[in-house]
């Protein structure tokens, strides 16, 4: 309200003559001054000895008046002295009037302030520079940028009051000073950022408002709200913007009449604009505004809420959301109360085999098919990054039931392209309001475990069939490749007396040892003649990315190692590890000879196919380089192991 009155003052003495100020007014403000709710001082403009503060300024830093007006700004702000006369001088000059400080009470305590200080002029008509010190400690300087602003002009105004006390007596003095001044008053009146309108309510004979005319009005009114006052003055609102609601009329009304000012925002529909709006009546039935267009703070402002209570990628509700929502509907009246949790079944997998665009993809399919297969009154949020949680009030355990039966229905019906979409769910239900909600929430979290334990492993198993389908659909030479390797792998096993469970652990090792060729662009993969440099190295990920896929299924996990290994060499210049010798597993190393041997013997367009023989000579040759010279000696000794 005192920022108001503020207001006011300044702009009936723009319009009035300065010397018609009175000893009264004098006194008035400074009355104000002491009273006001922000904390205030006056300083010498040169020393930055304290000439005067307020109580607010006693309550904020501990000290009495006496002590404040006997100590220097150098006490109170830790900057050192010659830092604090640079940013004083810049106050002086009005080059800079917003400072950002940190101030030591007398207790001890470092508060972070925002100060607004501008040049005035003090009792004997000397300068001095008025401080209004906001605490902005809570906020550590994140405050808002357009409350920044509107504090900057409230505290510029409440500066102009004081200099207009001031130097009552010493305008009298100087006719041209008093000029000058008047001019700098008129200037920010007309460049305030803030808008300024002054209007007359119009009531009807019951009193009630009805409308309101538009008598004065300043530049900023015409920027932020586009209408121009020489085109206003003397009209009502009713004319000029007839869809006004009558939410103004009456909020202005209401001022206008009883004098009680009031502040306020709120959305104009007939300027698709949202305002904060102060207003105050300095007569009866008028009443004044000082407005700021806050729609970009507001859109902005819902913005943030937004993304602090979604999950960016499914648009659902995230993990802070359904921690306040928990406990807000942790009540009797929404019993009972049940939780689902849900586990995605093989994101990984799928990352790792189709990449995390297609991993992506998946969530927000599964997070589309809760949104279908939930109420409205459900809260769904995505808590991490597989899993998901359902709050249902007022949902007994068979409605609960039902509601996941059609989620599980909704999800085995779809198909994404070549992914297999899984889910598993588990959930309790809150029967009674003694119930620990914590208790419930590990409930439902332990029967989601429990199935996950035989959904997800049969889920990956499909998910490595359908993986292996796909790759030899894109390229047969990839399954008949596959397939030989499998083939001279199971030979070798045989030359080499290995018994039945390892023959079958070759077996799936030769099928699955370049599975990880799935991930790798097809434009490579089918390419003719020879891999350029980035083609090689995009297709030597095929090992590290077969290893993850075959990690990721229990079944398989024995066949990861050959995966990741079967491209090492024995001499240690293989990759992607480079291990060399014993280090390189036992399968591994039967499946990088029949790998080899295959791809000498098959045709491919860059190179030669070689025979039988020749293969057979060219590994014999690369023994103890490229291959295992022990497994190479067996094979030289029973050159007609393939028949």
Request: aromatic letters at 10%.
């Amino acid at each position: 309200m005192k920022n108001f009155i503020s207001i006011l003052i300044i702009i009936f003495s723009i319009i009035a003559p300065i010397s018609s100020y009175s000893e009264s007014d004098i006194y008035k403000s400074d009355e104000l001054f002491h009273s006001h709710g922000s904390v205030m001082l006056i300083l010498d403009s040169d020393s930055g000895k304290i000439l005067d503060a307020n109580h607010a300024a006693e309550k904020f830093y501990g000290y009495s008046l006496s002590e404040l007006k006997s100590m220097n700004i150098s006490q109170i702000n830790i900057l050192d002295e010659k830092e604090i006369k640079a940013e004083m001088q810049l106050a002086k000059s009005q080059e800079r009037t917003y400072f950002e400080f940190r101030h030591k009470l007398k207790n001890g305590e470092i508060k972070y302030v925002e100060v607004y200080s501008s040049p005035i002029f003090y009792q004997n008509g000397d300068e001095a520079l008025l401080s209004i010190v906001h605490d902005i400690s809570p906020r550590v300087l994140a405050e808002n940028k357009a409350n920044r602003a509107r504090i900057g002009v409230f505290s510029m105004l409440a500066v102009l009051l004081f200099a207009l006390a001031y130097i009552s007596i010493a305008t009298r003095r100087n006719s041209k000073k008093e000029i000058e001044i008047k001019r700098r008053f008129q200037s920010l009146f007309d460049n305030m950022n803030e808008g300024f309108a002054l209007h007359e309510i119009i009531c009807d004979e019951a009193g009630k408002p009805i409308d309101y005319k538009f008598l004065e009005a300043n530049k900023a009114f015409e920027t932020i709200t586009g209408l121009k006052i020489d085109e206003l003055k003397g009209k009502t609102v009713k004319q000029v913007l007839p869809k006004t609601e009558q939410y103004w009329i009456d909020l202005y009304g209401k001022v206008a009449t009883t004098g009680e000012p009031d502040k306020v925002q709120h959305y104009a529909r007939n300027l698709m604009k949202h305002f904060s709006v102060n207003v105050y009546s300095p007569k009866s039935n008028q009443f004044a505004t000082v407005f700021s267009d806050v729609t970009e703070e507001v859109y902005f402002s819902e913005k943030i809420r937004y993304l602090s209570f979604h999950d960016q990628l499914t648009g659902l509700y995230n993990r802070h959301f359904f921690e306040e929502e928990l406990l807000r509907l942790d009540t009797e009246r929404n019993l009972p109360l049940t939780i689902a949790l849900l586990d995605v079944n093989g994101l990984k997998l799928t990352n790792d085999a189709f990449g995390h665009k297609k991993g992506d993809e998946l969530l927000v399919k599964v997070a589309e098919h809760l949104k279908t297969e939930c109420r409205f009154d459900d809260i769904i949020a995505r808590i991490g990054g597989d899993e998901f949680v359902i709050l249902l009030p007022k949902t007994s355990e068979q409605e609960a039931s039902n509601i996941i039966e059609r989620i599980y229905t909704s999800i085995e019906n779809t198909k994404m392209d070549n992914i297999i979409i899984s889910v598993s769910i588990g959930f309790d239900t809150k029967t009674n309001a003694t119930q620990p909600v914590s208790e419930i929430f590990s409930k439902a979290e332990e029967h989601m475990y429990r199935k996950k334990l035989t959904e997800s492993q049969s889920m990956r198993n499909k998910t490595i069939s359908l993986i292996l389908q796909t790759l030899n659909k894109a390229d047969s030479k990839e399954k008949i490749h596959s397939e030989n390797v499998s083939k001279i792998a199971v030979k070798i096993g045989k030359l080499l007396n290995l018994n039945q469970q390892t023959l079958k652990e070759i077996e799936l090792a030769g099928l699955m040892h370049d599975i990880g060729k799935i991930a790798i662009n097809n434009e490579v993969l089918t390419k003719f003649g020879i891999f350029s440099e980035s083609e090689m190295i995009e297709i030597r990920r095929h090992p590290e990315i077969g290893y993850h896929i075959l990690k990721s299924v229990d079944e398989y996990a024995p066949l990861a190692e050959c995966a990741l290994s079967h491209h090492e060499r024995w001499d240690g210049t293989g990759y992607p590890r480079g291990l060399k010798q014993d280090e390189i597993p036992f399968i591994a190393r039967i499946i990088q000879i029949a790998d080899a041997f295959d791809a000498m013997t098959s045709f491919r367009s860059y190179k030669e196919t070689l025979s039988i023989q020749e293969a057979l000579e060219e590994v014999k040759n690369n023994s103890g380089t490229q291959f295992d010279p022990d497994i190479v000696k067996h094979i030289a000794l029973n050159p007609n192991f393939l028949k």
